[in-house]
């Protein structure tokens, strides 16, 4: 943000922080200029010019490691699900010990260059980094410049095959989800505002039809989601981390999330108390996905009245999600596994993608994910990891 008076340009870096219906702004650094300065060029780095490489693509983190912007072709090359997210949830660092959050609490010692590596799709590129300060000398965050090499002879064959692949249908999921992300992010925030009122009353079949809107913009959100973590792992170049998890800490937190979701179908969730623990490999928010997939199905094909037990078997690395549902015939096992399957249901909101994806990226991570028959008729998912 950039202000002015008749002597002086002023650079503000300011933040903001969504509070219930309020926006809080905070100017946590500012930059003094003589107005007489031609141009104003925040945060400019002066390694971007480099003779031997093209194609920078930046990136703003404030002091909190939250990633505030990028440009549109690193949003292309990475999606955009990182905006407003905490960086070191969606990347690594490679070749460095600790996260972006460790080196901002020590600045002096953020190197000049950092290697980073997409979590979700094992990408890396190189990045130059500029510490970004305020005019009291004041840390507000680093700017990342990523590089990307000259494109020479054996580059222009894997340009090609890009391209491609591209127009064969791959990497659809990515693109269509950049595309209508936002857009249905607005209907989204416009139908809930109209079906709650918070403007003023409307006529109840008004306010009954913009929560429609909602719960169909909700449910395509959903889709889109399927769908770039479709094309995601579907991509040679598809790695998941390996960090320690605890199928525990999984489960408490999947019940806290979806808590709400259960009560409002008269379902209650059980699951393991603060002594069981068991600690696997894996990666943390590709577990916790898996779970909320496996819990919300059983929310979902659930009759009100039952329960839905989270159980752990520390001595199978295991953890499990059991239902008092219809179950799943013995034949059919197989298949509720394969791509948009639904078993023949209709309208249930379901993508038909969910477990596809959810035993991929158990797999991917040395695991796998199978269903079984219930204790007490219904069905039975499980979860199984590696230790080591």
């Given at each position: 943000?950039?202000?002015?008076?008749?002597d002086?340009?002023?650079?503000?870096w300011?933040?903001?922080?969504?509070?219930?219906?309020?926006?809080?702004?905070?100017?946590?650094?500012?930059?003094?200029?003589?107005s007489?300065?031609p141009t104003s060029?925040?945060?400019?780095?002066?390694?971007?010019?480099?003779p031997?490489?093209?194609f920078?693509l930046?990136?703003?983190?404030n002091?909190?490691a939250?990633?505030?912007?990028?440009s549109g072709?690193?949003?292309?090359l990475f999606?955009?699900?990182?905006?407003?997210a905490?960086?070191?949830?969606?990347?690594?660092?490679?070749?460095?010990q600790g996260?972006?959050?460790?080196?901002?609490k020590?600045p002096?010692?953020?190197?000049?260059?950092?290697?980073?590596r997409?979590?979700?799709?094992?990408?890396?590129?190189?990045a130059?980094?500029d510490?970004v300060?305020?005019g009291?000398?004041?840390?507000?965050?680093?700017h990342?410049?990523?590089l990307?090499?000259e494109v020479g002879v054996?580059?222009?064959?894997?340009?090609?095959e890009?391209?491609?692949?591209?127009?064969?249908?791959?990497?659809?999921g990515?693109?269509?989800?950049?595309?209508?992300?936002?857009?249905?992010?607005?209907?989204?925030?416009n139908?809930?505002?109209?079906?709650?009122?918070?403007?003023?009353?409307?006529?109840e079949?008004?306010?009954?039809?913009a929560?429609d809107?909602?719960?169909?913009?909700?449910h395509?959100?959903?889709?889109?989601?399927?769908?770039?973590?479709?094309?995601?792992?579907?991509?040679?170049?598809?790695?998941?981390?390996r960090?320690?998890?605890?199928f525990?800490?999984i489960?408490?937190?999947v019940?806290?999330?979806?808590?709400?979701?259960?009560?409002d179908?008269?379902?209650?969730?059980?699951?393991?108390?603060?002594?069981?623990?068991?600690?696997?490999v894996?990666?943390?928010?590709?577990?916790?996905?898996?779970m909320l997939?496996?819990?919300?199905?059983?929310?979902?094909?659930?009759?009100g009245?039952?329960e839905?037990?989270?159980?752990?078997?520390?001595?199978?690395?295991?953890?499990?999600?059991?239902?008092?549902?219809?179950?799943?015939?013995e034949?059919?096992?197989?298949?509720v596994?394969?791509?948009?399957?639904?078993?023949?249901?209709?309208?249930?909101?379901?993508s038909?993608l969910?477990?596809?994806?959810?035993r991929?990226?158990a797999?991917?991570?040395?695991?796998?994910?199978?269903?079984?028959?219930?204790?007490?008729?219904?069905?039975?998912?499980?979860l199984?990891?590696?230790?080591?």
């Open positions: 943000m950039f202000v002015a008076d008749k002086h340009d002023i650079e503000l300011v933040e903001a922080e969504k509070q219930n219906q309020n926006v809080q702004l905070s100017v946590v650094g500012w930059q003094e200029r003589d007489s300065h060029q925040p945060f400019k780095s002066s390694l971007i010019q480099t031997d490489r093209k920078p930046s990136m703003q983190i002091h909190a939250v990633v505030l912007r990028a072709t690193l949003l292309e999606g955009d699900d990182f905006i407003a905490g960086f070191d949830d969606h990347f690594e660092l490679v070749d460095q996260t972006i959050a460790d080196l901002l020590s002096d010692g953020i190197p000049d260059r950092l290697s980073i997409q979590r979700s799709t094992g990408t890396e590129r190189e130059l980094v510490v300060k305020s009291v000398n004041k840390v507000v965050g680093v990342l410049v990523f990307m090499p054996a580059d222009q064959d894997s340009s090609k890009v391209t491609r692949q591209h127009n064969s249908g791959m990497g659809l990515r693109h269509f989800a950049s595309a209508v992300r936002q857009p249905l992010g607005r209907i989204l925030a139908a809930e505002t109209i079906g709650s009122e918070l403007n003023g009353p409307v006529l079949q008004y306010s009954s039809y929560k809107i909602a719960s169909a913009a909700k395509l959100s959903e889709l889109v989601g399927d769908l770039e973590d479709l094309d995601a792992i579907d991509r040679p170049e598809f790695k998941v981390a960090e320690p998890v605890e525990g800490d489960a408490r937190r019940s806290g999330l979806l808590a709400l979701k259960a009560a179908h008269q379902i209650a969730l059980v699951h393991p108390d603060e002594a069981t623990q068991c600690e696997v894996g990666e943390f928010r590709r577990v916790l996905q898996i997939n496996l819990v919300g199905n059983a929310i979902r094909y659930s009759p009245g039952t839905i037990r989270i159980t752990i078997d520390p001595a199978a690395s295991s953890i499990s999600v059991e239902d008092d549902g219809p179950g799943i015939p034949e059919d096992r197989e298949r596994f394969t791509k948009f399957e639904r078993l023949g249901r209709s309208g249930d909101g379901g038909g969910g477990l596809f994806i959810s991929k990226l797999r991917a991570m040395g695991g796998d994910l199978i269903v079984e028959e219930g204790t007490a008729g219904g069905a039975r998912f499980t199984s990891l590696p230790t080591s």
